[in-house]
């Protein structure tokens, strides 16, 4: 009996071995999966920066052109040839300066011929009046002897006949009067159809003479001595350099959150631009269609909104024909709580920006943006100043409870 429990017993005790074993192995397992699962995992190197205080702006940037005021392209008023310029660019001018004369030869020549028509014209008038006045004074004497007839035939002295053929001759003296009233009108309508036709001339000749309408400084010379022009061919450009404006073509979308009167900044186009200050001073009421000649150039360009930006003071280094930078503010804010728009994450519904909780692992912040720039938003709700907000890397993405390494930037 003791033989079988023996042999009982040596049989199963391998199956105890295998249970052991088994079980021995589960616990190891499980225990790998815990390590494995509270392992520290390695910390991904991101950058934060600190949320601070300052000022925010609302911008609408656009380019533009500078131009001086009153400044005017000036064009040839009829064809002919250039006799002469007088000036160059960066000339200064006075108002009425002559600035270059056309060759107008056969208008001269129109011109005295003119004068001479009007002089023998005035002489002309002249005799017709003293015709006149012969006239009036012949018809004064017929009516004196008329006058003295009719006493002698009231007494009988002399036959009737005699006072008839008198009133004849004072009718004709009558009438030759009246022709010679009527030569004088004619004479001197004629002398003032003359006389508006050397103005005529006259202006013509002095179309040949082109002057400076203010006070300002040449900026371009299209034409040269000897050159020949067409009508309305582009002579010269000036301005005032006084004062200085910027026209710019907004989009009917930046139009509509511009209103006159607004700051401006203004700076030439690349890096460490001196900034110059003015104010929105025109905003056309319509958006225009662009020049035909420029869609066929560009055919993607939309209908734009005609703008002027006016500088409080000459800047004295920007060339007008240059393009610049105009940064219209449409809003400011002292002294709020700013941010970087790089950290702001969009993705879900309310923006929330990364930060580090106290045991290094990266978690979600909401936050309530106001104002919003083009580099800084301003933070209304969710972070205040000096607070650390991380800037997540492209890869590996961020999640909830990630480990992260940082460095201030």
């Known amino acids: ?21 088994l079980a ?33 702006e609302s911008t609408v940037n656009q380019s533009g052109t500078v131009e001086l005021r009153g400044q005017v392209t000036l064009k040839s008023p009829t064809e002919g040839a250039v006799e002469r310029v007088f000036v160059q660019p960066g000339s200064r ?91 004088v009108g ?18 013509q000749v002095q179309d040949s003479i082109v002057s400076s309408p203010i006070d300002g400084v040449i900026l371009d010379v299209r034409v040269r001595d000897n050159d ?15 004062q ?22 203004v700076s ?9 200050w003015g104010r929105v001073q025109a905003l056309y009421p319509q958006a225009l269609e662009p020049d035909p000649n420029e869609r066929g150039n560009r055919p993607s360009q939309q209908v734009y909104v005609p703008a002027t930006v006016r500088l409080d003071r000459p800047s004295g280094s920007l060339l007008p024909g240059s393009q610049v ?18 950290a702001i994450q969009r993705e879900a519904k309310q923006p929330f920006v990364w930060v580090r909780d106290r045991d290094g692992r990266a978690q979600q912040q909401p936050v309530t943006i106001g104002l919003e720039g083009l580099l800084t938003v301003e933070i209304t709700h969710g972070l205040q100043p000096n607070d650390e907000v991380i800037l997540p890397p492209v890869e590996p993405p961020l999640k909830p409870g990630m480990l992260v390494t940082t460095g201030a930037r």
Not at 2 to 21: D, M, V
Not at 228 to 242: E, H, I, S
Not at 244 to 265: G, H, N, P
């Open 1 to 21: 009996m003791q033989k079988a429990a023996s042999r009982g017993f040596g049989l199963g005790n391998p199956w105890i071995a295998w249970s052991g074993g």
């Open 325 to 342: 930078n105009v940064e219209v503010i449409l809003e400011q804010r002292p002294n709020v709580i700013t941010l970087s728009t790089e």
């Open 228 to 242: 020949g022009v067409q009508y309305r061919t582009d002579l010269l450009t000036l301005g005032d350099p006084r």
């Open 268 to 276: 030439m186009i690349g890096p460490d631009a001196k900034v110059f």
């Open 93 to 183: 001018t006075t108002v009425g300066q002559t600035l270059l004369t056309l060759r107008y030869p056969e208008r001269q020549t129109a011109l005295a011929n003119q004068e001479l028509q009007i002089q023998q014209q005035r002489i002309l008038l002249e005799r017709e009046r003293q015709r006149v006045q012969e006239a009036r004074e012949r018809l004064a004497v017929e009516q004196q002897k008329r006058q003295d007839l009719l006493s002698l035939v009231r007494e009988g002295a002399i036959e009737k006949q005699r006072l008839l053929d008198q009133e004849s001759r004072i009718r004709d003296a009558l009438a030759a009067l009246r022709d010679s009233e009527a030569a």
């Open 186 to 203: 004619k004479a001197m309508v004629e002398l003032e159809r003359l006389t508006l036709e050397r103005q005529r001339i006259q202006q």
């Open 244 to 265: 200085e404006f910027i026209r710019m073509r907004l989009s009917t979308l930046d139009a509509a959150r511009i209103k006159v009167s607004q700051s401006a900044r």
């Open 24 to 56: 021995l192995l589960s616990l190891i397992g499980t225990l790998a999966y815990l390590f494995l699962l509270n392992r520290p995992t390695s910390a991904v190197p991101v950058s934060v920066i600190r949320v601070s205080r300052g000022n925010i």
